[in-house]
């Protein structure tokens, strides 16, 4: 079962005419992974080499931590203890910085925008309903990768967060890690579905599943919809 974390009314997926066409025929559908897109940064439109990451630290000024404060019990959650107060001269003083094992992502926007449909490819497909859409993509996905060998550990659908990665840990984003973006990104207005996996090798993977047709159509004029 997927977590459907937001409900959106419609998304747009950017990519090629020859993909489009690819998806709208038969269903063919990519899912991508975290490693990809941080491995295309600088050589693709698409990467983020900063994907699933969120850096935490102390207050931005010199603090005293008494024993029992919340960065304690902040650090004692991540599982490190700490016993008496602590003294932070700033917030590089205490950093934790988590990056997400590598996991399968598919992404949408919220947004049409031909300039968006430009910069990725050239063409769009509407998904008219994708909260059933995110449901059928994952239960074939799923069953995909029950094939391979992999078992789903967890499974979210959600629209990304556009804030800086580096927060105080006083002033945290509850997203996930894998749906914080920077504020550069914010136009893309991205949703995106993730699946953590184990058992094999994560890696892209493409597959047809006609179940998902019915929530297809192709926007061919740019200035709509």
Known sequence: MI????????????????????????????????????????????????????????????????????????????????????????????????????????????SFSPVLMEKFGGACVKVTNPTMFFQALHTGFSQHLQWLGLIVQEAIMDRCNYVERRQPYFDQSPKHPCFLKPPDFREEAEVRAVWLASGGVI??????LPCLKQYLSLISDAKSP
């Open 203 to 208: 890696k892209p993977v493409v597959l047809e």
């Open 3 to 110: 977590t459907i974390a937001a409900q959106v009314t419609t998304a747009y997926k950017y990519l090629s005419p020859r993909h489009a066409t690819s998806m709208l025929e038969r269903g063919s559908i990519r899912v991508g992974t975290l490693s990809e897109y941080r491995s295309w940064e600088g050589a693709d439109v698409r990467g983020d080499h900063g994907e699933g990451t969120k850096i935490t630290t102390s207050a931005p000024e010199p603090t005293t931590y008494a024993d029992g404060s919340p960065i304690h019990r902040w650090l004692f959650s991540k599982g490190i203890r700490v016993a008496g107060s602590i003294f932070a001269s700033g917030d590089n003083a205490v950093v934790y910085r988590q990056r997400h094992p590598d996991c399968f992502v598919f992404c949408a926007s919220e």
